[in-house]
């Protein structure tokens, strides 16, 4: 069964540091894997997708198959980066979430 | 056309009433999902629609859930004989013909049940 998992529940780093928030999955087939975010007092929303390959917002991540792994990365938080993040994986037409990360960049 | 609309935004409700939320989903939309998401983790997978036809459901979903979408337009979810442990925030979702893993979110409704 497909399985998304964030290890980190909360990460805090001071503006202008890089970030890295990890997500490591379990899929048999060939999975599609995603970012979603959630602003405060916002809807949760799409951050991007790996088959884009495209930096949303400063942020860029890469699918490693071998290791299974899917980590945002943004090399200069931004206080507007302070947020819930979500990794998620497509199997049969919908999406799994892991757990998710509160993500806080400090002034 | 402001989103997907969900109603009630909140919901406090007694142990073994029954509850209903509706989901308005974006009008062109053909696929309409509903999640649970409880404190401290992420959106649940519960159930799907593409048009009016209901394709999976969660085997976490008890017999007390049910959901419909019965003209492929806004669709309801119920919750039959209310738990304590069905307090949570139910999310709906809708995406475009031609699934590619992006889904718009309403706002949730939280249902607490005393």
């Known amino acids: 069964a497909q399985r998304v998992t964030q290890p980190e529940k909360l990460l805090s780093v001071f503006k202008g540091a890089p970030v890295e928030l990890k997500c490591n999955y379990s899929?048999?087939?060939?999975?599609?894997l995603f970012w979603y975010v959630q602003y405060s007092r916002q809807r949760l929303q799409l951050l991007l997708r790996?088959?884009s390959r495209e930096s949303i917002k400063g942020f860029t991540a890469d699918l490693n198959k071998g290791e299974t792994s899917f980590h945002l990365k943004k090399p200069f938080a931004q206080e507007e980066d302070s947020a819930m993040y979500y990794c998620a994986l497509t199997s049969y037409g919908k999406l799994t979430f892991g757990q998710g990360t509160i993500l806080t960049v400090h002034p | 056309d402001t989103g997907v609309s969900q109603d009630p935004r909140h919901k406090i409700t007694k142990r073994g009433q029954n509850v209903t939320f509706r989901c308005d989903p974006i009008?062109?939309?053909?696929?309409l999902y509903w999640y649970r998401q409880t404190l401290g983790q992420g959106p649940e997978f519960l159930t799907y629609f593409q048009n009016e036809a209901q394709l999976e459901k969660s085997r976490l979903l008890s017999d007390r859930f049910s959901a419909e979408r019965p003209k492929g337009s806004f669709s309801t979810l119920e919750i039959q004989r209310t738990e304590q442990g069905d307090s949570a925030m139910y999310l709906c979702?809708?995406?475009?013909?031609?699934?590619?893993?992006?889904?718009?979110f309403g706002e949730g409704s939280r249902l607490t049940v005393l």
């Open positions: 790996h088959i």
């Open positions: 979702a809708s995406s475009g013909r031609g699934f590619t893993g992006e889904l718009f």
């Open positions: 899929y048999s087939g060939s999975p599609e």
């Open positions: 009008s062109e939309h053909n696929r």
